[in-house]
């Protein structure tokens, strides 16, 4: 089983500052092989047995630096750069850029003694992070990009470098160093991969955790699913729940109070000097409150994740939340101006989506339920708001924000939880789940013992009962002729 825990590093002054300077070294460095990469890229493209265009030199070791990629077949860098015998071409298969790279680090230290400072291990796993960079861009990600100050913010350990022991780390050529033990490591597993990252309120390390004796949890079968339940994210609360539960949206980032604050603290950065220490002062106060926002959001939805989980086997809408935070399409009138087409609007909504962060919570509620055995089913969110979940009537006009009233049927419900319930509905009938319906009993005030129908402690939905319908006359919902849509405040205005 593999694991990943983190802590908060206590590094004293003098490391803190040596961690700083490593950083800094080794970005230098990543750009440096970066381009190095980036070189043997071009130059695939240039026929013959030139080296590049600059210099138009014959390619040979003496002349050209550039790591090549394998296709080039340089003759120098075969293998292990030597052959079986004298004369003969060497067979043994070509080095990789990244192989190449890391012969380069010996090199490294000697022309330049400050890096003789850095762990091997630490060189060797930024070399492999700009082959990285590239292998995504050859599976088709976007063109490895150079790394600036605020985007190279960690370094990594190889295996079993690192040493715990109580509440201190050891660290190669930085020393030991103490931490927050806030978890303890389980007993058997060997440490792997340690990364130490800089983030704006101090230092951090995460630590891969591996044992191949502990198995994975298993996972469940289809047919042993026994309980489900729907999720419906959304604005006003985060996550609507099938069984009328909800979990809050605390609007970390947009609420009023944080977007003031933050607005305060943005003003104060732009009206210092540029590059001046004041203005790098007023910045790190920017990005402690953007840290901190971040860490709130993480928290509340590692709760709320684990609060749906342990429910039942959840099943979720698979958003194209992408696609959601699209920017409206221009507006151009005949004379060719543009118009207004919202988007002044639309930006205050997918600054709230962005805040929401649903893709987020739906990674963790995977790896939870993965983490407890149990099963995480996607279905297609189309309809799932305006189908009524009585009848499976589907029409646009049942909806009317917050409110759901069938036009077919007349079935009065709260509009998310609604598509909670079909979201529900949707998966069972996808994944042919057999789901027996279980009455709970409801909680009653007289009883010596209330019994709780949820788990949750949140407030719930009241759902409005059906009998509140009028059956006859002009407002008659079940009967309705004219096809007319009613508003939940009209039935009730008639009631009255
Ligand atoms: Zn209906």
Not at 232 to 258: E, Q
Not at 326 to 343: D, T, Y
């Amino acid at each position: 089983m593999l694991l990943s825990y983190k802590y908060k590093l206590r590094p004293n002054q003098k490391q803190s500052i040596k961690l700083g300077q490593w950083l800094d070294l080794l970005r230098s460095s990543y750009n440096w092989c970066l381009r190095d990469r980036i070189d043997g890229w071009y130059q695939q493209f240039i026929m013959g047995e030139y080296c590049d265009l600059q210099t138009q030199a014959v390619a040979t070791a003496l002349t050209c630096a550039v790591v090549k990629g394998t296709q080039l077949a340089n003759p120098w860098k075969d293998g292990n750069g030597q052959a079986q015998k004298e004369g003969e071409k060497d067979q043994s298969p070509k080095r990789t850029p990244s192989l190449m790279q890391d012969a380069n680090l010996q090199d490294l230290k000697a022309a330049r003694p400050w890096y003789q400072g850095i762990d091997l291990g630490v060189l060797q796993s930024m070399t492999a992070r700009v082959n990285e960079s590239f292998n995504k861009f050859f599976k088709g990600a976007g063109f490895p990009k150079f790394k600036r100050r605020h985007d190279f913010k960690s370094f990594s350990y190889k295996p079993g470098r690192v040493k715990f022991k109580g509440n201190k780390i050891y660290l190669p050529k930085i020393g030991w160093m103490r931490f927050y033990n806030s978890r303890s490591i389980p007993v058997g597993f060997q440490i792997k991969t340690v990364t130490i990252r800089q983030k704006a309120d101090g230092w951090y390390v995460s630590v891969r955790l591996e044992d191949k004796s502990v198995p994975d949890f298993p996972v469940r079968a289809d047919s042993e699913v026994k309980t489900i339940i729907g999720c419906d994210m959304g604005l006003g609360k985060l996550v609507y729940l099938s069984d009328g539960s909800v979990i809050d949206n605390p609007r970390f980032s947009t609420n009023k109070k944080t977007r003031h604050l933050m607005k305060v603290r943005q003003r104060r950065v732009n009206r210092k000097q540029k590059g001046s220490k004041n203005r790098s002062k007023a910045q790190q106060l920017v990005n402690k409150l953007h840290n901190k926002i971040a860490q709130r959001r993480e928290s509340h939805q590692w709760d709320a994740a684990n609060r749906i989980v342990k429910k039942a086997d959840a099943a979720v809408e698979d958003l194209n939340i992408s696609g959601m935070m699209k920017r409206c399409k221009p507006v151009k009138s005949e004379k060719g101006r543009f118009l207004s087409n919202g988007q002044s609007a639309k930006r205050g909504l997918n600054r709230s989506i962005a805040d929401a962060s649903w893709y987020a919570l739906t990674q963790k509620l995977e790896y939870l339920a993965a983490k407890s055995g149990k099963r995480l089913y996607r279905v297609n969110p189309k309809h799932t708001s305006q189908t009524c979940s009585q009848c499976g009537h589907i029409d646009q006009a049942s909806r009317n924000g917050e409110k759901f009233i069938c036009t077919n049927c007349g079935h009065i419900d709260d509009a998310n939880l609604q598509a909670a319930r079909n979201v529900k509905q949707k998966a069972i009938t996808l994944y042919g789940l057999n789901i027996v319906k279980v009455f709970k009993k409801k909680v009653r005030g007289d009883s010596p013992k209330p019994v709780q129908t949820t788990l949750f402690d949140v407030e719930l939905y009241e759902r409005l009962s059906d009998n509140t319908l009028p059956t006859k006359g002009k407002g008659c919902v079940g009967k309705n002729p004219e096809n007319k849509q009613l508003s939940l405040w009209d039935i009730k205005g008639e009631i009255s």
